[in-house]
């Protein structure tokens, strides 16, 4: 089976290329994650490390807020859609699966009029904006959660659950010994987060005084939060601009408490390794979308949260000592989550590349 996977969200896609044994996989994505910026991708850097062409798309990007960048991206999309059509028509693939985000409308948009199949993966509580559209003329919508279910044609729809990197499932069954001292792991996904960094810079000396943090900075060349942090390393506090997928399953396994933002695959893996976290959901998005997921991880019971705009740096000390002071209360009794989604989304692209030949 020839495949090509449209990236942007790089958990669920690495899931899936993992349990994709001895298939010819190409790979559609971001080379540097935000506009005007030259720091490469994290997916960029993973997907070249496992031999798979990558091919970087320039199209139009859906921004949170009017930039300098706004006009010139909207104007990539007729680009951005010949740029899909010519790959597709060169690597004939037999399906196309994506995970939504902008990359993928122009090249599902090509795969249809090539006649290629496509397969979406929602991985959200409801449904992407790109994915709803898509849906249309996908084959096979494959959804994480019951509750994304009344989004799409009923007849398309398949149950698979949000796919884990096999680092994450291992880390499972590391063996943990108790930290000393509470160890606090701080995340703002590949990208990093500006706002959460700022925060650890600012209240650094006031959280070493009771734990030690992990943080994982991203690395963006325009805030250089990475340059700045660094300069602060101690025995108490390590800092760095990526961590691989085992790198960050250690991390999270090995911390007593998970800080970062509410994207749904960091929710996931938060509810499969059962990990108290203090999410900071990004105050604008897509239908307040982290906003919801922070909110359902809180109401499993696995932790608590504060909107960004309403952070302060002395609330974001107090809610950490907070949590740290009554940790065992942070638990979830069910088992919510469907634990081979990977190898389920795998079945339904071969069944669908199948129905093709």
Not at 128 to 134: A, L, M, P, Q
């Amino acid at each position: 089976m020839k495949i090509v996977i449209v990236g942007g969200h790089i958990s669920p896609a690495l899931a899936v290329i993992e349990k994709l044994k001895g298939e010819e996989i190409f790979y559609i994505g971001r080379k540097h994650t935000f506009e005007g910026d030259k720091a490469l991708s994290l997916e960029s850097q993973e997907i070249e490390k496992l031999n798979i062409p990558f091919f970087n798309l320039n199209t139009a990007r859906l921004q949170r807020k009017f930039t300098k960048h706004t006009l010139p991206s909207l104007l990539k999309f007729p680009a951005g859609f010949i740029q899909s059509y010519k790959l597709l028509n060169k690597i004939k693939p037999d399906v196309v699966l994506g995970f939504g985000g902008y990359l993928f409308l122009p090249v599902a948009l090509s795969a249809y009029f090539l006649k290629i199949p496509v397969v979406i993966h929602e991985q959200t509580l409801e449904a992407g904006f790109t994915n709803k559209r898509i849906a249309m003329f996908a084959k096979k919508v494959c959804i994480s959660w019951e509750f994304s279910k009344k989004f799409f044609p009923k007849e398309k729809v398949v149950l698979t659950g949000n796919p884990l990197r096999q680092a994450i499932i291992d880390a499972k069954n590391i063996k943990i010994i108790k930290n000393k001292i509470p160890l606090i792991y701080i995340t703002g996904g590949s990208a990093g987060a500006h706002a959460i960094n700022l925060l650890v810079e600012n209240t650094l000396c006031k959280l070493l005084e009771k734990c030690t943090i992990i943080h994982q900075t991203g690395a963006s060349e325009v805030y250089k939060d990475f340059d700045r942090l660094e300069k602060l390393k101690s025995k108490r506090y390590e800092c760095k601009k990526f961590l691989t997928a085992s790198q960050a399953a250690e991390a999270i396994s090995r911390a007593d408490l998970v800080i970062g933002r509410a994207g749904i695959n960091t929710v996931t893996e938060l509810i499969y390794l059962q990990k108290p976290a203090f999410l900071i959901p990004l105050s604008t998005g897509q239908k307040n979308e982290q906003l919801n997921n922070a909110e359902f991880l809180k109401s499993l019971g696995l932790g608590e949260f504060v909107e960004q705009n309403l952070l302060t740096p002395d609330l974001f000390v107090s809610t950490i000592f907070s949590m740290l002071d009554d940790l065992s209360c942070y638990r979830i009794e069910d088992k919510i989550l469907i634990e081979d989604a990977a190898e389920k989304i795998v079945g339904v692209l071969k069944n669908v590349a199948e129905k093709k030949a």
